[in-house]
Structures are given as structure tokens and as C-alpha cells.
């Protein structure tokens, strides 16, 4: 089992930043591929960066590409995601998710923390 708790959540003005953490525990941090996900009310969950074990590969959506960075620490057992020049529409529950695929883990990860609101105000 791999146990996932993100932090770092919180309200911010639109074109401010926030930076996402996520703590992993129960298994060997490096051998998982790490990804973020968020869900806005009444839609699904949308598929937002991914980073390999290494950190070496890192993937993104469209929608958060140039804006948001994912990065890890190995040595700290965590995931985080740099969120810039944020937008109301922005506003979600943001996971982090973890899985030994790298194309799984961009898609149906085995491992889901609990989640952080984000809201962005105009």
C-alpha cells in the first residue's frame, strides 16, 4: 500500500502561485511514478502532470502547460506541483496519485491521496 496526503491547498487571487505538496509513505517512494489530478464540482477528473521515479520524464496537460510544474524529492518522500499565473477556473479539489506505470499513472493510477482544495478568486 502506498499512502498519499497532499497539503499546500488554500484561496489565492488570480496570477498568484501556490505549490502542492504530497508525502508519500508505505512502499519505496522511488520506485513509483507520481502524478496530479483535479476535480472541479460537477466534472471529472482531469489528468493535470506526471513525473517518472527518476524525475527525468515529466508529462502535462494542455490546460496547465507553462503554468504548472511538477517536481519530487526523493530523499523527502514527496511530490509537489508549482501552480503560476492562476485562473478562477483553476478552482478544484487537486489529488496526487501514484502508480508503478507511467502510462497508468496519467490515467488510472493505483494509489489516490485524499485531496486539497484550491480556490481562485477573480
Known amino acids: 500500500q502506498v499512502q498519499l496526503v497532499e497539503s499546500g491547498g488554500g484561496l489565492v487571487q488570480a496570477g498568484g502561485s501556490l505549490r502542492l505538496s504530497c508525502a508519500a509513505s508505505g512502499r519505496t517512494f522511488s520506485d513509483y511514478c507520481m502524478g496530479w489530478f483535479r476535480q472541479a464540482p460537477g466534472k471529472e477528473r482531469e489528468f493535470l502532470a506526471a513525473?517518472?521515479?527518476?524525475?527525468?520524464?515529466?508529462s502535462y496537460a494542455n490546460s496547465v502547460k507553462g503554468r504548472f510544474t511538477i517536481s519530487r524529492d526523493n530523499a523527502k518522500n514527496t511530490v509537489y506541483l508549482q501552480m503560476n499565473s492562476l485562473k478562477p477556473e483553476d478552482t478544484a479539489v487537486y489529488f496526487c496519485?501514484?502508480?508503478?506505470?507511467?502510462?497508468?499513472?496519467?490515467?488510472?493510477?493505483?494509489?489516490w491521496g485524499q485531496g486539497t482544495q484550491v480556490t481562485v478568486s477573480s
Open positions: 513525473i517518472s521515479p527518476n524525475g527525468v520524464f515529466t
Open positions: 496519485a501514484a502508480d508503478p506505470d507511467y502510462r497508468v499513472v496519467k490515467t488510472t493510477p493505483g494509489y
